[in-house]
């Protein structure tokens, strides 16, 4: 039986955020708002990005075997200001709809069961759109 191996990509000094290049605002404004992409204070899932990790390969659950080695998906939600999770979202992807959609039951149950220490910009808590790439390897 084959096990998955789940890796993290993480970029030196950003931690999970990619900006948009050439961007001059830091906020979006949806639904009056403001959704950071760059703060002062990155949010913190409880036990630190390792713990959050090994949540989510341990409950990680998909239908059918990635599509050849280092299979992708782009995951992107937001960190409100209590530390939950919302507006869940797959950008890119080449697994199957099922696949996918068992990456985003993977963050509702973290979502559920666990909190961010929120994101801070300018001394108060802020929403925080966070996009998070994973590589699927199996094996033996």
């Not at 931690?15 to 703060?39: A, H, N, W």
């Not at 959050?52 to 995951?75: C, H």
């Amino acid at each position: 039986m084959k096990n998955i191996i789940l890796e993290l990509l993480l970029l030196s000094t950003c931690l999970f955020s990619f900006p948009v290049f050439g961007q001059q605002k830091d906020t979006t404004q949806i639904e009056e708002t403001k959704i950071y992409t760059m703060v002062e204070n990155l949010p913190i899932f409880g036990g630190g990005t390792n713990n959050f990790y090994k949540i989510f390969s341990k409950n990680l659950r998909i239908a059918e075997e990635p599509n050849g080695i280092g299979s992708r998906v782009f995951i992107e939600f937001v960190i409100d200001t209590t530390g939950k999770m919302t507006d869940f979202k797959i950008l890119k992807s080449n697994f199957s709809k099922k696949n996918n959609e068992g990456f985003l039951k993977t963050l509702d149950f973290i979502n559920e069961n666990y909190n961010w220490k929120s994101a801070v910009h300018k001394g108060e808590k802020v929403f925080f759109r966070m996009n998070l790439p994973i590589i699927i390897r199996l094996s033996e």
